[in-house]
């Protein structure tokens, strides 16, 4: 009897092992300003209602973990990613049993054991190796976690320029999302608001701050807190007019069945992703006033369409054929 029960326990192991398949899990983060497009040189607005534009935004991201599959948590070990907003960030984190993601951890600068390396020793196409223009502050202090520059104040002609460092200020946050298979890929795709890496800076005098104290610290903190969300974060005037969910409809929290990105819709599409593989249903779209005005299948390619709708905010209503779950998300299409 024992010899069975510890067979019989080694064949589920075995089973449970094989359930999980090896995926390329990647790292996808969308830059935005204030809600909007990401773009250099265009006039934004800080949380706290300051002009500015950023003609340098760069950071470090370091130590990413993935928590998955039922609270399952593995580390990318040996990984060091630069991330500049001038271009897209599509990083490669590795192949993992990892079919379902949960939430990401991370990192922002470089950790303690390689902050103070030389640069040199690096192979020239490595995030640690020297930049140009430099994200090294030098080997005492090691790397600038975030580089961020530009003008502010009213007329946008005062200099402003935050280079963010130091071993204390190697802060990590963490971002809950649902994550899951497609074509041998799981990408985990966050939104990075630089906008709100500046909720209480003063760019208005010609503020520099470099090293580990003052608005380098708080800008670090910003970014442990405010930047990085699992979905578009729209703000401003879009926010104050965002309808009630129209009367009759049952809302589930968002991110409850499926999180929709981008958000507000780009080229009238969204984007779904579902924390199960086998949900299936039906979109209704209701208008401001809470008139249903279109129904759309969930697709097998994870997107619903919404070309041809008007520019405004809409109210989407996903129903689970299995069960009736329904789920609500506000859209705002441009």
């Given amino acids: ?43 934004s607005e800080t949380p706290d209602g300051r002009s500015f534009d950023l003609d340098r935004m760069e950071y470090y991201i370091s130590e990413v973990s993935v928590t998955h599959d039922g609270g399952s948590v593995t580390t990318f070990d040996s990984l060091w990613i630069l991330v500049d907003a001038a271009g897209s960030t ?12 949960e939430s990401i951890a991370f990192s922002i600068g470089v950790d303690s054991d390689h902050n103070h390396l030389d640069p040199s020793t690096w192979p020239s196409s490595h995030p640690l190796y020297h930049q140009s223009p430099s994200m090294h502050w030098g080997w005492t202090a090691g790397y600038r976690f975030v580089a961020m520059a530009g003008m502010g104040a009213a007329s946008l002609n005062q200099v402003f320029e935050v280079h963010a460092l130091g071993d204390g200020n190697y802060f990590e946050t963490s971002v809950d999302l649902s994550a899951g298979p497609s074509n041998g890929n799981v990408t985990i795709e966050l939104f990075a608001d630089y906008a709100q890496a500046l909720a209480g800076v003063n760019t208005d005098n010609g503020l520099i701050s470099h090293g580990a104290t003052g608005s ?31 009367a009759g409809i049952t809302a589930l929290p968002s991110g409850d069945l499926f999180s929709v990105y981008p958000n507000p819709a780009v080229n ?24 249903l005005i279109a129904k759309r299948q969930l ?9 041809g709708f008007l520019p405004g905010i809409y109210v989407v209503q996903f129903t689970d054929n299995r069960d009736g779950l329904r789920q609500v998300q506000k859209v705002v299409v441009q």
């Fill in 268 to 291: 009238g599409t969204i984007q779904f992703a579902s924390k199960s593989a086998s949900l299936s249903g039906t979109f209704d779209v209701y208008n401001v006033a809470g008139a």
């Fill in 90 to 101: 599509n990083a490669f984190l590795g192949s993992e049993n990892i079919d379902s993601v």
């Fill in 1 to 43: 009897m024992k010899r069975f029960s510890l067979l019989a326990a080694v064949v589920c192991l075995a089973f449970n092992a094989q359930v999980i398949a090896q995926n390329n899990v990647l790292l996808k983060i969308n830059h935005v300003l204030a809600g909007e497009s990401f773009a250099f040189n265009t006039a």
């Fill in 299 to 307: 697709g097998a390619d994870q997107r619903l369409s919404l070309n």
């Fill in 216 to 246: 380098s610290i708080t800008v670090l903190q910003n970014f442990r807190d405010h930047v990085f969300t699992s979905e578009l974060q729209v703000i401003g005037d879009t926010n104050d007019s965002v309808p009630e969910i129209p």
